[in-house]
């Protein structure tokens, strides 16, 4: 039997929307992951092997999402009171994005210190993604013990926002320092060097950008659910 008040839109649906999002980003990170493999055949053998470990991830977050919006949908279907324990897939992915995000950013904090030749702030970033990806598994673990998501909202729910913030916090951080770095390249009349300096610059914000507004968006999410419970 259904809950009082029960609303399926922001709970099923709004979890279902997000998840067709994260599989057509999937389809795009695919994408270049084979043009990259097409395109940069002599990159050394460790960068190649950290673009498919970074797949291999997303993958299977990819596919944890979906057999998770599939036992909430068809298995699940009639029964929103189950909806009190997510699936143990929907807590994989918790996991899983606890080494996604820390590896890119591990990358761009090694190319930080490319740029900058300075260790102090891409070691200070990767302390920062080695905590999230603590913090991570430890929430990952917390789910699989049978909690209810009330229960780990109320309880819990301090630690997943510290990962998003730490999560954010790191992306800006190596925005900024690549920024620094990349704008110190500028030089007159180099009109070539210009264009793929400011290229780079451009790049570097838009992804840090989108990871950090995202990071924002779930802090705010989890907020309003604790204020509600």
Known sequence: MAPAGFDVAPTVGALEIGILFAVALFGAVSVQVALYYTRFPSDSYFLKCLVALVWSLDCAHTIA???????????????????????????????????????????FAYRLY?????????????????????????????????????????????????????????????????????????????????????????????SGLITSIGAIFFVDLFRNNERQL
Request: hydrophobic fraction near 50%; aromatic fraction near 12%.
């Open 65 to 107: 999402l979906c057999n998770a919006i599939y036992i909430l949908t068809i298995i699940q279907y009639g029964h929103p009171e189950l909806l009190a324990h997510v699936p143990d897939s929907l807590n994989l992915t918790i996991i899983l994005s606890g080494f996604i995000g820390p590896l890119e950013q591990g990358w």
């Open 114 to 206: 490319k740029f900058s030749s300075s260790w102090y702030l891409p070691a200070f970033c990767c302390l920062l993604s080695t905590a999230r990806t603590c913090g991570s598994v430890i929430v990952g673990i917390i789910a699989y013990s049978g909690i209810t998501v009330t229960a780990f909202i109320q309880d819990w729910g301090w630690i997943m926002e510290i990962c998003l913030v730490i999560g954010a916090v790191t992306d800006i951080l190596l925005v900024i320092g690549l920024c620094y770095y990349l704008k110190s390249w500028r030089g007159d009349g180099l009109d070539r060097m210009n264009r793929l300096v400011n290229r780079l610059m451009q790049w570097s914000i838009e």
